[in-house]
């Protein structure tokens, strides 16, 4: 997996919510069966692996500058 490979968006963590600040469970719904682009993959202090960076396109309700989120490999 590297950057430029397009990957499929084929599941949502269980227990996943939205809250006021973020709407994760609703971008996470907006993207499952979707194929994007991998943005890049980044390190993150304390994990053993690389989270992809994906541009998904806007959140709901929130402005075009959010439009990348980070997600586990598999």
Do not use: H
Request: hydrophobic share 40%.
């Amino acid at each position: 997996m590297k950057a430029g490979d397009t990957v499929k968006w084929i599941g949502i963590p269980a227990g996943l919510s939205d809250d006021d600040e973020l709407q994760t469970r609703s971008l996470f719904e907006k993207c499952l069966g979707k194929s994007f682009c991998i943005v890049a993959l980044e390190t993150v202090e304390g994990l053993s692996y690389k989270l992809v960076k994906l541009n998904v396109g806007p959140m709901p309700g929130k402005s075009e500058s959010l439009d990348r989120i980070w997600v586990e490999p598999e």
